[in-house]
């Protein structure tokens, strides 16, 4: 049987590389192609080599996007693993009730992306409707956070399901030999 599952393997794997292949590796290419090209279409792209890169890192709204695209990047895989990690402690102790803390914690991350905005678009604007202030005369600032607490609320309990199951398979003499 082993030495079967070795000559088919190919052809075991040939779909999934295929559809990586198609649906990954070429459009990649692709963009990194058109990242040095001027076009309006793919079909017309002229090669402009890297005056698109020097002209974007003179722009100063895009180096203000980028800064708070790594800001954001950073503060939230920061907290999303710190909470999630906290919560996966909590919730592997002997408590009642940790499969329904569990559950709760996880269901956001079940909910698509369009609903999750719908979700958020809803409980922003009720909440700032008795404030009676509009969502778009806030600052960058606020937005920044509420993004950050939307990545929060949807990630960790995804995150905190990982850090269960590692800690819950933990060996018992690791746990000895530390106490």
């Not at 969502?135 to 960790?156: D, H, P, R």
Request: overall charge positive; charged content about 10%.
């Amino acid at each position: 049987m082993h030495k079967a599952l070795k000559r088919y393997s190919p052809i075991f794997v040939l779909p999934t590389l295929l559809a990586f292949i198609i649906g990954f590796i070429v459009p990649f290419a692709q963009g990194l192609y058109l990242s040095f090209c001027k076009f309006t279409t793919v079909d017309n792209a002229k090669w402009v080599g890297v005056a698109n890169y020097n002209v974007i890192l003179k722009d100063a709204s895009f180096l203000n996007s980028f800064k708070f695209t790594i800001l954001f990047a950073v503060v939230s895989i920061i907290l999303i693993n710190v909470i999630a990690f906290g919560l996966a402690l909590l919730l592997t102790k002997e408590l009642r009730g940790t499969n329904i803390f569990r559950t709760v914690f996880f269901m956001p991350n079940l909910i698509g992306g369009i609903v999750l905005g719908y979700i958020w678009q809803t409980l922003l604007n009720g909440l700032l409707s008795m404030w009676g202030q509009p969502l778009l005369k806030l600052s960058a600032t606020n937005g920044f956070i509420g993004m950050i607490i939307l990545l929060l609320w949807q990630q960790i309990g995804y995150m905190m399901i990982i850090y269960v199951a590692g800690l819950n398979n933990v060996s018992p003499d690791l746990i000895e030999a530390a106490q």
